[in-house]
Antibody, heavy 121, light 108 residues
Framework: QVQLVQSGAEVLKPGAAVKVSCKAS????????IHWMRQAPGQGLEWMGM????????GYADKFQGRLTMSRETSTSTVYMELSSMRFEDTAAYFC??????????????WGQGTLVTVSS | EIVMTQSPATLSVSPGERATLSCRAS??????IAWYQHRPGQAPRLLIH???TRATGIPARFSGSGSGTEFTLTISSLQSEDFAIYYC??????????FGQGTKLEIK
């Protein structure tokens, strides 16, 4: 069955960068985009961006431009999300999710378990 | 940005009863809306897309309706595993989808 397994929780200081991984299994990795969302404490879900797992092209939400980098490693079916210059307000659970259909789809049919990232001095 | 507003924030319902959750979009999203279930500590699960199409493996007690700006998720007979947080999401606006703040469905 489809599985997305994310890396473990992180605690970082302000100004640092975090890199979260998302390892996919159970389907053709390069046929579906992977998206990243986050959820700050007490807040709703926020779309951050996506990566074309086949060609590697990316698209990011405006608020993360310049700080966010997504990459993929096809040999291990793994996607990475790196957010730099972390601020206290970046404290959140970060989720990867697979597109429902091949190509760019903004409906997400499988999600990772979430990675809690805490920014603390 | 299209703002999605869910109501109520918390809904208390007894097992076996019907639950009706609402979602309103700040502008028309046609039928490009999805619903997700999120239990604490677990991965979110896709329930409905295209406003009314159940995702693979989703029980028939879950149904979605609506178009334009007003949408409803109905759970016809609540089971214990249905008590969770539910999110609506619009994907009409390109490229960035937006989510509602969620409705917490709790046991009465």
């Amino acid at each position: 069955q489809v599985q997305l397994v994310q890396s473990g929780a992180e605690v970082l200081k302000p100004g640092a960068a975090v890199k979260v991984s998302c390892k996919a299994s159970g389907y053709s990795f390069t046929s579906y985009y992977i998206h990243w969302m986050r959820q700050a404490p007490g807040q709703g879900l926020e779309w951050m961006g996506m990566i074309n797992t086949s060609g590697g092209s990316t698209g990011y939400a405006d608020k993360f431009q310049g700080r966010l980098t997504m990459s993929r490693e096809t040999s291990t079916s793994t996607v990475y999300m790196e957010l730099s210059s972390m601020r206290f307000e970046d404290t959140a659970a970060y989720f990867c999710a697979k597109s429902l259909t091949s190509g760019w789809s903004n409906v997400f049919d499988s999600w990772g378990q979430g990675t809690l990232v805490t920014v603390s001095s | 940005e299209i703002v999605m507003t869910q109501s109520p924030a918390t809904l208390s319902v007894s097992p076996g009863e019907r639950a009706t959750l609402s979602c309103r979009a700040s502008q028309s999203v046609s039928r490009n809306i999805a619903w997700y279930q999120h239990r604490p500590g677990q991965a979110p699960r896709l329930l409905i897309h295209g406003a009314s199409t159940r995702a693979t493996g989703i029980p028939a007690r879950f149904s979605g309706s609506g178009s334009g700006t007003e949408f409803t998720l109905t759970i016809s007979s609540l089971q214990s595993e249905d008590f969770a947080i539910y999110y609506c999401q619009q994907y009409n606006n390109w490229p960035a989808p937006t989510f509602g703040q969620g409705t917490k469905l709790e046991i009465k």
